[in-house]
């Protein structure tokens, strides 16, 4: 997954698997769109975008990090790891069971992943979203790794970049889950006062509080090709409103036609979209040299 981002579009060869001779079942994918079989290492190479469709997969927060610079990503607020603050139990399973499941499946401690890094040769802070760990749910942790990463780059005069994907405040953590829409939200408000740009980055799905909150303030919202955006699902408004919705409703091109994102860009074209952005938030200035940071950089002069 090295230079996930950097690397040149391929072509592809895609249609059922060839008969005798044969592969083993994890060398090809399945689109979700299309449902064509599409071959896995070609389609890693294609960003993980369907050549047939064009339908953009998922990927996870650490393929994320690979929009960054080479060798420039410092991890902050490694230490942060989520409670069961009410003790949460469903269908006969605890919130701490669920967490401990969801940590051995995809390696991380939460549902976010922070830290600093560069762009282009430009510095910004990076906070980003995993849906894979319980649908990227806001809670506790998740908030308050926002928060850091939106005060860290407001004392360090650096943009900061979100790329977002949720199902909404996690329900386990109850109103503690709802209070963190209004932190972030807050901690953006120093960013903006220092002078220093947001740009939220939505991918496929995005909805509930997360999309009610930060990424819709955001200095640029940019959109990923066919993403699902909103705050209530699709059916659930149409059985409350009694009537049916126009079609592409709450996807990133349905947003951007009625003003709700600024741009829908490729997954091929966002790297040096994001390039071409920070420069232009940093004006005249030259490219600075990397850096590197521990998880204990000070928030608001703590450390």
Same mark, same amino acid.
């Given at each position: 997954?090295?230079?996930?981002?950097?690397?040149?579009?391929? /072509? @592809?060869?895609?249609?059922? *698997?060839?008969? !005798?001779?044969?592969?083993?079942?994890?060398?090809?994918?399945?689109? +979700?769109?299309?449902?064509?079989?599409?071959?896995?290492?070609?389609?890693?190479?294609?960003?993980?975008?369907?050549?047939?469709?064009?339908?953009?997969?998922?990927?996870?927060?650490?393929?994320?990090?690979?929009?960054?610079?080479?060798?420039?990503? /410092?991890?902050?607020?490694?230490?942060?790891?989520?409670?069961?603050? $009410?003790? @949460?139990?469903?269908?006969?399973? /605890?919130?701490?069971?669920? $967490?401990?499941?969801? *940590?051995?499946?995809?390696?991380?401690?939460?549902?976010? =992943? &922070?830290?600093? !890094? #560069?762009?282009? %040769?430009?510095?910004?802070?990076? +906070?980003?979203?995993?849906?894979? @760990?319980? !649908?990227?749910?806001?809670? /506790?942790?998740?908030?308050?790794?926002?928060?850091?990463?939106?005060?860290?780059?407001?004392?360090?005069? =650096?943009?900061?970049?979100?790329?977002?994907?949720?199902?909404?405040?996690?329900?386990?953590?109850?109103? =503690? +889950?709802? #209070?963190?829409?209004?932190?972030?939200?807050?901690?953006?408000?120093?960013?903006?006062?220092?002078? *220093?740009?947001?740009?939220?980055?939505?991918?496929?799905?995005?909805?509930?509080?997360?999309? &009610?909150?930060?990424?819709?303030?955001?200095?640029?919202?940019?959109?990923?090709? %066919?993403?699902? =955006?909103? @705050? &209530?699902?699709?059916?659930?408004?149409?059985?409350?409103?009694?009537?049916?919705?126009?079609?592409?409703? *709450?996807? &990133?091109?349905?947003?951007?036609?009625?003003?709700?994102?600024? #741009?829908?860009?490729?997954?091929?074209?966002?790297?040096?979209?994001?390039?071409? $952005? $920070?420069?232009?938030?940093?004006?005249?200035?030259?490219?600075?040299?990397?850096?590197?940071?521990?998880?204990?950089?000070?928030?608001?002069?703590?450390?």
């Amino acid at each position: 997954m090295k230079e996930f981002f950097r690397r040149r579009k391929t /072509s @592809f060869t895609t249609g059922e *698997q060839p008969e !005798g001779n044969p592969v083993p079942d994890d060398m090809w994918v399945k689109c +979700a769109a299309c449902r064509d079989l599409v071959y896995k290492k070609e389609l890693i190479d294609n960003l993980k975008v369907c050549p047939k469709c064009s339908h953009h997969m998922r990927l996870s927060a650490r393929e994320w990090l690979d929009l960054l610079d080479t060798d420039t990503f /410092s991890e902050t607020d490694t230490h942060l790891r989520p409670t069961d603050p $009410l003790g @949460f139990v469903s269908l006969d399973e /605890s919130y701490t069971d669920k $967490l401990v499941k969801s *940590q051995e499946r995809t390696g991380m401690p939460d549902a976010v =992943i &922070a830290g600093l !890094g #560069m762009i282009g %040769g430009q510095r910004l802070a990076l +906070a980003v979203g995993d849906f894979a @760990f319980m !649908g990227a749910s806001m809670g /506790s942790v998740y908030g308050e790794k926002m928060s850091r990463a939106a005060e860290r780059a407001a004392d360090l005069g =650096i943009p900061l970049l979100t790329i977002n994907t949720s199902g909404g405040a996690r329900q386990q953590e109850g109103v =503690i +889950a709802l #209070m963190q829409m209004a932190k972030v939200t807050m901690a953006l408000t120093r960013l903006a006062e220092a002078g *220093q740009p947001h740009i939220a980055l939505l991918v496929d799905p995005c909805y509930g509080g997360v999309t &009610a909150s930060y990424p819709s303030v955001a200095d640029v919202i940019i959109a990923e090709p %066919g993403a699902n =955006i909103g @705050f &209530a699902g699709k059916r659930l408004i149409e059985q409350i409103m009694r009537q049916k919705l126009p079609s592409g409703f *709450q996807t &990133a091109e349905f947003m951007l036609e009625h003003g709700m994102v600024d #741009m829908v860009v490729e997954r091929n074209q966002l790297r040096a979209t994001l390039a071409r $952005l $920070l420069r232009l938030y940093a004006g005249r200035r030259e490219p600075v040299a990397p850096f590197m940071v521990s998880s204990e950089i000070y928030v608001n002069g703590r450390a």
